[in-house]
């Protein structure tokens, strides 16, 4: 009441976590609106509340399931079917839910809406239940399920209190895994013969409880860290929010393996291509030499198996001819039914090759009207491409391509006089740069 008439505007004044309280009502027109605003002006002395409220769409999760601050009234059976909503304890009121008709034809509804019709049979009951809503009891019981009022019901004796038709029978099942060290996911599938159970989950190891879920869409889930290693049986309890609407249910006891920790290291020094290369990788499992084998990836090639030595190692070469540049070799050790899966990566930096470049003029001396040739061969790991560029001071006077570290340079006609011959190797992808020693050359008229 407070809360609608502005009087409490934050959590912490009623006990809650400090925070603004957003007040919401369902929309002008509502039945809920038009019920709870009665509620709220009965436990105001029959004075009507001036509501400090915001408009929501009635039995909308919209404005609520997003901000911890909101409050409305809401629908207890629409809660059973709305995951994202909760229930505040403390406050509730009952509310029959009616279906008109016209009098005149109260006969033609009987066998549906009467006392006698499908509304309040057992298995109307059920279709009820599974909607979040409690069935009346019937006149015979003491109830007013079926009957044809003008006015509005006050006598809410349920079917349930009433000792009508037995709650709906659930079943709940049990997975327990363990992929990571000291961990157990638990799964609890919560099933029943119709409807969607509404409560809550217990899960048990032995007697003990260590947690609760609730469950969304029949699941419930927990995950369970920092435990010690070995055998546990785990066991989930299914407690009804209404004993009456449903049965409670538990699932077997079900025996998992808690994993012990794992880890791989992967190490290597770096080499220049051309050269040859390694890592060792190194894998332990609880605490000891891991046994077996261990996939070991180089680079973008395909992932291949090494064994492991009894100290846990394997040394893994990598091709003197692997490009130069980054090379991420990657190892993963698979998991065993008592331990967990581990990985682990490391980046090489392959540099390039050094190159040694030699140059030959055919002639040391040629006429202006000639054109000089020059040979030139680089020496470096492997094939060995890119480019040779001759320069006399700034000027370029020859360039060739490289093939398998040789090329021929035919020179540019040159004026008279005597030149200074610069061959430079531009280098490749995988190989450095390198100059040969200067040329002399004189050119005469």
């Not at 989950?201 to 920092?226: H, I, N, Y």
């Not at 030959?360 to 020496?379: D, F, P, T």
């Not at 040779?388 to 040789?406: L, R």
């Amino acid at each position: 009441l407070k809360i609608y008439k502005g009087e409490v505007t934050n959590w912490s004044e009623v006990g809650g976590q400090p925070g603004v309280i957003k007040a919401l009502i369902p929309q002008s027109g509502s039945g809920t609106r038009s019920f709870f605003e009665s509620q709220l002006k009965a436990a105001n002395g029959g004075n009507t509340v001036v509501l400090k409220a915001s408009d929501t769409q009635e039995h909308s999760d919209a404005d609520l399931k997003n901000d911890a601050n909101a409050i409305a009234p809401f629908s207890s059976a629409r809660v059973t079917i709305t995951p994202t909503v909760s229930l505040l304890g403390g406050w509730s009121a009952e509310r029959a839910v009616y279906n008109v008709v016209r009098a005149a034809d109260q006969d033609k509804y009987e066998s549906i809406f009467g006392e006698s019709g499908y509304i309040c049979s057992a298995a109307g009951r059920t279709v009820l239940e599974a909607a979040g809503f409690k069935q009346l009891a019937s006149p015979a019981n003491g109830g007013a399920c079926g009957e044809w009022v003008t006015g509005t019901v006050s006598n809410f004796k349920t079917a349930g209190d009433a000792g009508q038709a037995g709650a709906v029978a659930t079943t709940t099942t049990l997975t327990a895994t363990s992929t990571k060290a000291g961990a157990v996911d638990l799964r609890a599938t919560v099933g029943a013969t119709a409807g969607s159970a509404a409560g809550r989950v217990e899960f048990f190891l032995g007697d003990e409880k260590v947690g609760t879920a609730f469950p969304s869409g029949g699941v419930a889930e927990l995950k369970l860290s920092g435990l010690p290693t070995g055998k546990r049986s785990y066991r989930a309890n299914f407690v009804p929010t209404d004993a009456n609407l449903f049965t409670p249910s538990a699932s077997a006891d079900i025996e998992v393996t808690v994993k012990a920790a794992a880890s791989v290291t992967v190490t290597g020094a770096t080499a220049a291509y051309g050269k040859a290369k390694s890592v060792t990788v190194k894998a332990v499992r609880e605490g000891e030499p891991a046994t077996g084998a261990v996939s070991v990836k180089v680079g973008s090639a395909a992932a291949k198996n090494y064994t492991l030595s009894s100290a846990g190692t394997v040394k893994v070469a990598i091709a003197s001819t692997t490009k130069a540049g980054s090379l991420t070799v990657a190892a993963s050790l698979p998991a065993t039914d008592t331990a967990e899966a581990a990985t682990a990566s490391t980046k090489l930096s392959i540099a390039k090759a050094k190159s040694s470049t030699t140059a030959k003029a055919a002639k040391s001396k040629i006429k202006s009207s000639q054109r000089g040739s020059v040979s030139v061969k680089v020496s470096a790991p492997g094939t060995v491409t890119g480019k040779v560029t001759i320069k006399s001071g700034s000027k370029t006077v020859g360039t060739a391509t490289v093939k398998n570290g040789k090329a021929t340079v035919k020179l540019a006609k040159l004026k008279k006089g005597n030149y200074k011959l610069v061959v430079t190797y531009s280098g490749d992808s995988n190989i450095s740069g390198s100059k040969a020693k200067t040329l002399k050359l004189k050119v005469t008229k």
